[in-house]
């Protein structure tokens, strides 16, 4: 079965201070990968993908993620974390080529001042 | 470019009343609507695709004739909980994705605000 897993439920981490948010997948076929973040009672926000081409994707306010094909992991990363960063990421890979997306179970970024 | 928009934002109705929550793609024809479920502190879990003009694919264990999907055009797709009851209270979250369109990656979603249902 095909599925995507963050084994923390929760990252810690102090502002200014580089975070990395886990990530692995089990897809058959080509990976395509999605880190979205959700913000308390709203929607998910897209910050970044992974098709094909380089391991190491940029997206929206700073964040990155690496693309590991040998850990099948695409780890979420960001340099200096902000307080702002806080709220609920979830990592997610297409299903099949239906275009149907699962998501892992979220993690939980908090950021202390 | 490619916003999703849900209405209404949160509903509190009584047991046995129906729902209807409506998402619409504002800039661009959505080909495709994905409907998912959020418990707190939990995952989305797809409830049901949609596509404009056919019927909709509900995953295992969704019960199509509780939870009505209508996908009348490019640009909406309503939800409709009916008889709703507590256990349906929940995080209702809908996404849109494109055939292709300037600007629009067709292999993205785009989700909208969501919608939070509780049933007294």
């Known amino acids: 079965a095909q599925s995507v897993a963050q084994p923390e439920d929760q990252v810690n981490v102090a502002e200014g201070n580089p975070l990395t948010v886990k990530c692995t997948y089990s897809v058959s076929g080509n990976p395509y990968l999605f880190w979205y973040v959700q913000y308390p009672n709203r929607g998910l926000q897209f910050l970044l993908k992974y098709i094909t081409g380089d391991n190491l994707v940029k997206g929206s306010y700073g964040f990155e993620a690496e693309f590991n094909k040998s850990q099948t992991s695409f780890h979420l990363k960001k340099p200096s974390a902000l307080v702002s960063d806080s709220a609920l990421y979830f990592c997610?890979?297409?299903?099949?080529?239906?275009?149907?997306?699962?998501f892992g179970s979220g993690t939980r970024l908090l950021v202390r001042p | 470019g490619a916003v999703v928009s849900q209405h209404p934002s949160w509903v509190i109705c009584k047991s046995g009343t129906s729902v209807k929550i409506e998402c619409r793609s504002l800039d661009f024809q959505a080909t495709t609507m994905f409907w998912y479920r959020q418990f707190p502190k939990q995952s989305l879990m797809l409830m049901a695709t949609?596509?404009?003009?056919?019927?909709?694919?509900?995953e295992q264990g969704v019960e199509k004739d509780k939870f009505l999907i209508n996908h009348a055009s490019l640009t909406l797709s309503t939800l409709t909980v009916t008889s709703a009851h507590p256990e349906d209270s929940s995080f209702y979250i809908c996404?849109?994705?494109?055939?292709?369109?300037?600007?629009?990656?067709?292999?993205?979603?785009?989700f909208g605000p969501g919608t939070r249902l509780t049933v007294l």
């Open positions: 949609s596509n404009e003009g056919s019927k909709a694919t509900y």
């Open positions: 996404s849109a994705k494109t055939s292709g369109r300037a600007g629009i990656s067709y292999n993205e979603q785009f």
């Open positions: 997610a890979a297409w299903r099949d080529s239906s275009y149907k997306l699962i």
